[in-house]
């Protein structure tokens, strides 16, 4: 499978990913690292349940989010020529952020199975925070190819970049130890999630309408044959 029909089935698969995670998150039961010891163990004791249905939304959303980088890279290659550097690392940056995402949930569901301790509710928190910077990598590398190769429109090179920005500043808090921007903090929790959201509905969107054409002179050219007419009077791409 290639091209447009693994393009739209990608987006296809983003865009259930999206409704996975926005169902995900009515199950949210948040809970303040200042709360201490006893209010965090009472919490997934008491949330468990919920707790862990949300987990299994997030951990199927996860696969339909793999399946969705696989279409995103095929596009930005296409786009980008040559060996697809910057698209490479779009895929190994966004597959890095799901599996961190992937540990932090797995520690959110064995905290209400087994009395947990406050140290890895902390570690859950710090997981997902982290898991903040390999993505933003991947969006910056999504806007570096829509702007040099038009792989996207350029306002969704923009859209990527701030998305990419509103990953890394709660990175930052991983050197608080309380305040908004600390890991568990509200700016850390609720800041990277809703631009991420229309990013990733916007983009599965635009793969799943149709591949985009891409401008001729960004386009990688073939390989053209060494005729003498070629060679004489022809145009050789760029990429020759």
């Known amino acids: 499978m290639r091209g447009p029909e693994l393009e739209r089935l990608s987006g296809i698969a983003g865009l259930v990913g999206v409704a996975i995670g926005a169902g995900a998150v009515v199950f949210e039961r948040g809970v303040s690292r200042g709360a201490g010891p006893a209010a965090t163990i ?4 008491e949330y468990g349940d919920v707790i862990r249905l949300q987990s299994l939304l997030f951990v199927v959303g996860a696969g339909f989010f793999l399946w969705f980088l696989v279409g995103l890279r095929s596009r ?3 786009a980008e020529g040559g060996d697809g550097s910057l698209a490479d690392l ?3 940056a ?5 599996a961190l995402t992937l540990v932090a949930l797995a520690v959110q569901v064995a905290l209400t199975l087994e009395a947990p301790l406050v140290a890895l509710a902390a570690l859950n928190d710090v997981l997902f925070v982290v898991s ?3 993505l933003a990598v991947a969006l910056v590398a999504v806007a570096v190819i829509s702007f040099r190769h038009h792989a996207f429109a350029h306002w969704v090179g923009w859209l990527s970049a701030v998305t990419a920005v509103t990953q890394t500043i709660p990175v930052l808090g991983i050197a608080a130890r309380s305040g908004a921007l600390a890991p568990g903090g ?3 929790a ?3 999630f809703p631009l991420y959201m229309v990013w990733l509905t916007t983009t599965a969107v635009v793969l799943t309408v149709g591949a985009q054409k891409i401008p001729a002179a960004d386009r990688p050219s073939a390989t053209v044959l060494a005729t003498p007419t070629a060679r004489s009077g022809g145009s050789v791409g760029r990429g020759s």
Not at 42 to 45: D, E, Y
Not at 94 to 98: E, V
């Open 42 to 45: 009472r919490h997934f004791q």
């Open 76 to 78: 930005l290659r296409a």
């Open 90 to 92: 779009v895929l190994v």
């Open 94 to 98: 966004g597959a890095l952020s799901g």
């Open 132 to 134: 903040g910077l390999p």
């Open 186 to 188: 509200w700016l850390s």
């Open 190 to 192: 609720f800041l990277p």
